[in-house]
């Protein structure tokens, strides 16, 4: 009984939290209903997973209404991949999001918004209905916005008056893009529009439709150059709030993006003139070098690992554009590992914030003395940043030169690594501040994190050395996700 | 037998002490310094000569730890190094470079039991960080960028070769080849950078004498040589490799005659020696391979030593430039007398180890009927006598002093210099200690005494000349252009040369051209502040950002 | 060229004579049959060891620049 509802139950679960979060009032309380609805949702999510591992496609009607009338949720090998990410990472944030440093009116407040993000987030991964899409859109931004807010920086508030703004730009391309597709095929259910792009003749409005979504996509993904919204966001909000943030929120919307240029466009013979691979190539590249430069100027940790997240998701859109199955699941693995490497990094900045009050660079000279493992844990997520073997951001940048390699792309290969070279700066910068500085006063009277901070952190950064030196699992979702998104466009 | 060992490798004992040591404190830090060299050569000698464990990862068969006779040769000369460069720089106050130092050695020593070509290169650009780091803990900033953008550029080049090598092949293996496709050539100058081959080879002589007194003495010992190694596995024979070589050889020992700094000296002279090492990796044959192999441990003993001997000097005065030194041998004999040993030995003094290298090299040449190589290399050595054992001890250690002696070279810097002035001298003495190593060289007559007086007429010629034409050899005060121009001077000549057309031009159009300085200030001013603002745009622009790509996409699809 | 380096070139010349005669009294293994001459390596020695000299310094007034280098 519960397993055929498990597409809804995965939604539900951390919107009713929400809800009886707000109502709590209370601080503590209202994290132990985050923690047991998000544990819900992880569990829900690897059901699921293993439920599409098992049956293949799931088609769950809202309701009972069947398509075009009714919404329907749709569950293939990519979403089942996302939403497992989106759960588990979901689950280790709100262990870490316990120790808040918020006022302690605003407690509940923060733990109901985390929700309400998560369930937005899933809402957009699980949905079949372009417009059902945007409403979960809608929520998560909504939701996103006041977290952002919510930074104890009054910056904060201007980082996220800033993402109100593009955020809602973004949201109305894409649902400009969406009517058009409404005005073209009569429906909004996705597999439905596949089904009828086929009989399209005239592809004008279809490409400006595809216009529209990209570039409203692009803004949410922060795909450069509409990627100035992110440094500050991420950099202002609350610390769990970016550990959610950076590790799933743009990593949706390239779903998103990937489901459209897959699936739906890919569908349709004409549009593929467009040469929008080799667009997206050049964004991607720029991605990887430009902002990489810039996060080696950055004096903030937060700001190096924002700047470093909008370089990696170069690498991710880099591996959309190259369409092939190879370089398809080396994006998406990298999509999956960047997760996770960047969750236990803003993990690891959030902890030393929480025991020094601050994330500047010059401030936290040897740390590592004082807090090892947290610093270790940095270390790791850096090292795989940079895509030194041994981590799984090597593994997923391997998949990317073996895909550049594959589409005859030599020179591309080449510049990845070129690219990770920039890695090295500003990580190896990190890295020697912390470890081989002597202790500044920040550092001197910092003692170790604690143990529910530590916890999480920690796991993300042993599973990002574990999918470094064994990366069946995550390689073979990642796979199986490329193959469902390509085979649908053949 | 390899099992027993698993992935234990003398590179990972290195590597993992190398990070482990600035979470250590005094005594403990000190002993771990010294104790992880010593078991990585221990680990040399134990592992067994065969290929260990394979690990089928990405569907690439890696082969992490594959021992055999080259690599425990190399395993030997980099571990002694390393014991002895760590014995001698214990007393050193940067964790940094002690942590780097011991990060570095280790990947040579993994660069020598790395059985595939992708752990080669992971490896080999560990090698590079950890040089880097040793450069850059001694606070010269910009000639550590120098160096690791060079290293950069071989690393890319190497990378870009081992992928064409491997797409093109299927398989990581290590094998002989040779350059004949453009990944190959890719690949050998990627470790010809490293090597130090022309036109490149000017990073040698910058980078080396910027690190400190202790640093130096780890890097005269691994980049170089691992690349020799490298040559030998993978480029035997190459043809090119002759030239290069010789090429290397003869800028060594002319960049080396021009010098006043010692350590710059020594530096050049590590080139002209890895040239006699590539000319004989060129030959090919098995001789000249383990010719080639001795030639690298003897060099790396010795090159050490004088290190040493100049890290010792400059230790003491804060001086190692020639026209400010002098008279040393009365005020630091233990240091002159490494230098000497140091110094007899390059020169290729019977009863050094240096003597029985050379000799080999020379009889693989012979044996290869190299006629052209055999008296180029043997002109140079002569020539090479010149400045390691004259000019040098000569202008350092006699005549009249010019600088104080501020402090002693510490007990462990003694024994340091001390036991490698022991390993040299025994090495010499005792062939068969080398040729049990590099069995190939058993034929080889080393100490006959044709063979000796050969070369100790040599030594006395060179001597001769080097009073007969004494005035032409005085070191002066000043630096020998070199490659390197381009990148370091160029940039600052070009400036002032185009503010002088500007000058020129100035009258005429000075109204708009103060205003287009103007406008480029606050440009490049805007551009500073911008990257290290990157991310605080205005709303606004990311909006126009977004409608004008919205705007070049519709505009692309309509046309 | 001062007394004491005349003294000691008459030294190092006169050693060199004398090892030339006792060159010319072992048997020699030649490789290229040149190099088995008595004397070769003398006159080889002084032949290169001159050109050495006589190169590097040519390339020194051709290349060497006073003063150092900025960051050096």
């Known amino acids: 009984m519960i397993a055929t509802h498990l597409p809804v139950l995965l939604i539900l679960a951390p919107l009713l939290g929400a809800v009886l979060a707000a109502l709590s009032r209370n601080g503590f309380a209202a994290w132990l209903i985050a923690l047991v609805a998000s544990a819900l949702t992880a569990t829900f999510s690897l059901a699921l997973l293993w439920r599409v591992q098992a049956e293949g496609v799931i088609s769950y009607r809202l309701g009972g209404w069947a398509p075009e009338l009714g919404i329907e949720y749709r569950i293939d090998a990519v979403n089942a991949f996302i939403v497992v990410l989106i759960g588990i990472v979901a689950f280790l944030t709100m262990i870490f999001a316990r120790r808040s440093v918020l006022a302690p009116e605003r407690i509940a407040w923060f733990y109901t918004m985390m929700l309400l993000c998560v369930a937005g987030l899933l809402g957009i991964s699980v949905t079949g209905d372009a417009f059902n899409a945007f409403v979960f859109l809608e929520i998560s931004s909504l939701s996103t916005y006041t977290l952002i807010a919510l930074g104890r920086d009054r910056r904060a508030l201007v980082a996220a008056y800033q993402y109100l703004i593009v955020g809602t730009i973004g949201a109305t391309f894409y649902v400009i893009g969406v009517g058009l597709l409404y005005l073209i095929t009569g429906t909004l259910n996705l597999g439905l529009i596949v089904e009828r792009l086929g009989a399209i003749e005239s592809s004008r409005a279809l490409i400006v439709a595809e216009a529209f979504i990209v570039v409203g996509i692009g803004l949410k993904l922060a795909l450069f150059p509409l990627h100035a919204w992110l440094p500050n966001a991420y950099a202002y909000a609350p610390s769990s709030a970016a550990v959610l943030l950076a590790s799933t929120a743009t990593k949706v919307a390239i779903y998103l993006l990937a489901r459209f240029l897959f699936t739906v466009f890919g569908g349709h013979v004409d549009v593929g003139q467009v040469p929008l691979g080799s667009i997206l190539i050049g964004l991607s590249l720029a991605a990887m070098f430009i902002p990489s430069a810039a996060a080696v100027f950055q004096n903030d940790i937060k700001r190096v690992l924002a700047f470093s997240s909008l370089g990696q998701i170069g690498y991710i859109t880099l591996g959309l554009a190259l369409a092939n199955p190879t370089g398809l699941t080396g994006g998406l693995l990298h999509l999956f590992n960047h997760a996770l490497m960047k969750g236990a990094a803003f993990m690891a900045i959030g902890a030393i914030v929480l025991r020094t009050g601050t994330a500047k660079l010059d401030e936290l000279s040897g740390i590592g003395r004082t807090m090892p493992w947290t610093a270790g844990a940095l270390t790791v997520a850096g090292l795989a940043l940079i895509g030194v073997p041994g981590t799984s951001g090597f593994v997923s940048k391997y998949y990317l030169i073996l895909g550049s390699m594959e589409a005859g792309l030599g020179w591309l290969a080449i510049l990845i690594v070129a690219s990770s070279l920039i890695a090295v700066l500003y990580v190896g910068r990190i890295v020697e501040v912390i470890w081989f500085r002597e202790p500044a006063l920040a550092a001197r009277e910092a003692s170790e994190a604690p143990g529910e901070l530590l916890l999480p952190m920690l796991i993300l950064a042993g599973v990002t050395i574990y999918f470094g030196l064994d990366a069946e699992w995550p390689a073979g979702l990642a796979s199986a996700a490329a193959q469902a998104l390509l085979g649908v466009a053949r | 037998m390899t099992e027993t060992f698993g992935p234990l490798s003398p590179a990972l004992i290195l590597i993992l002490s190398g990070l482990l040591l600035p979470l250590l404190r005094g005594p403990l830090r000190n002993a771990l310094f010294l104790f992880a060299p010593v078991a990585a050569l221990v680990l040399v000698w134990a592992l067994p000569l065969e290929p260990g464990l394979a690990i089928d990862w990405l569907g690439l068969h890696l082969v992490p730890l594959a021992s055999d006779n080259m690599s425990r040769i190399f395993g030997t000369a980099f571990g002694i190094a390393a014991i002895a460069g760590a014995l001698y720089g214990v007393s050193q106050p940067s964790v940094t470079e002690k942590a780097a130092a011991l990060v570095y050695a280790g990947a040579a020593q993994g660069i020598a039991f790395a059985g595939d070509l992708v752990t080669l290169f992971v490896f080999w650009e560990i090698l590079a960080i950890g040089s880097t780091l040793v450069i850059w803990s001694n606070g010269n900033t910009r000639a550590g960028l120098r160096y690791a953008l060079i290293h950069v550029l071989g690393g890319v080049l190497f990378f870009a070769g081992i992928s064409a090598e491997i797409s093109a092949s299927g398989s990581v293996a290590m094998h002989a080849m040779r350059a004949d496709t453009i990944g190959r050539w890719l690949m050998l100058s990627g470790i010809l950078v490293n090597a130090g081959a022309l036109p490149l080879s000017a990073w040698v002589a910058d980078a080396y004498p910027k690190a400190s007194w202790s640093g130096a003495v780890f890097l005269s010992a691994f980049t170089t040589k691992a690349a020799v190694l490298v040559l030998i596995r993978l480029f035997p024979g190459e043809p090119a490799l002759l030239w290069i070589g010789l090429a290397m050889a003869i800028y060594g020992l002319i960049y080396a005659l021009l010098e006043n700094d010692i350590r710059k000296l020594l530096s050049y002279s590590i080139v002209g020696q890895v040239g006699f090492m590539v000319v004989a990796v060129g030959i090919g044959s098995p001789l000249a391979l383990a010719a080639a192999a001795l030639h690298a441990l003897a060099h790396i003993l010795y090159k050490s030593l004088l290190m040493m001997a100049a890290g010792s000097i400059l230790r003491s005065t804060g001086e190692t430039r020639l026209t400010e030194l002098g008279g040393l041998f009365r005020v630091m004999p233990f240091t002159a007398v490494a230098m000497l040993v140091g110094g007899f030995s390059l020169a290729a003094m019977p009863l050094t180890a240096g003597f029985i290298s050379k000799s080999a090299i020379f009889a693989a040449l012979a044996e290869d009927q190299a006629r052209f190589y055999w008296f180029a290399l043997m002109a140079i050595s002569t020539g090479s006598v010149l400045y390691i054992a004259l000019k040098l001890p000569w202008f350092a250690l006699f005549g009249q002093r010019r600088s104080d002696v501020a402090v002693e070279p510490t007990g462990s810097m003694k024994a340091a210099m001390g036991g490698l002035c022991a390993l040299i001298v025994a090495l010499g003495c005792f062939p068969a200690w080398l040729e049990s190593l590099a069995p190939e060289i058993v034929g080889v007559p080393i100490l006959t005494v044709d063979h000796i007086l050969f070369q100790w007429l040599m030594l006395i010629a060179a001597s001769c000349i080097f009073i007969g034409l004494f005035a032409l050899l005085r070191p002066s005060v000043g630096s020998t252009l070199d490659v390197d121009w381009l990148w370091r001077e160029l940039p600052r000549q070009v400036i002032p040369f185009s503010n002088g057309i500007r000058d020129r031009f100035r009258k005429p159009a000075d109204r708009g051209l103060s205003q287009a300085k103007q406008g480029i200030a606050l440009f490049s001013q805007a551009f500073q502040s911008r990257l290290r603002m990157a991310g605080n745009w205005r709303t606004g622009e990311v909006a126009a950002w977004a409608t004008a790509l919205l705007a070049i996409y519709v505009l692309i699809a309509a046309l | ?72």
């Open chain 3, 1 to 72: 060229m001062t007394v004491t380096g005349r003294k000691i070139l008459f030294a190092l010349v006169a050693v060199l004579a004398l090892l030339v005669v006792v060159d010319s009294f072992v048997t020699h293994h030649p490789s290229f049959g040149i190099d088995g001459t008595p004397g070769f390596a003398a006159w080889f020695g002084l032949v290169s060891a001159a050109i050495a000299v006589v190169v590097a310094y040519g390339w020194g007034l051709l290349m060497r620049r006073p003063g150092e280098r900025a960051d050096d």
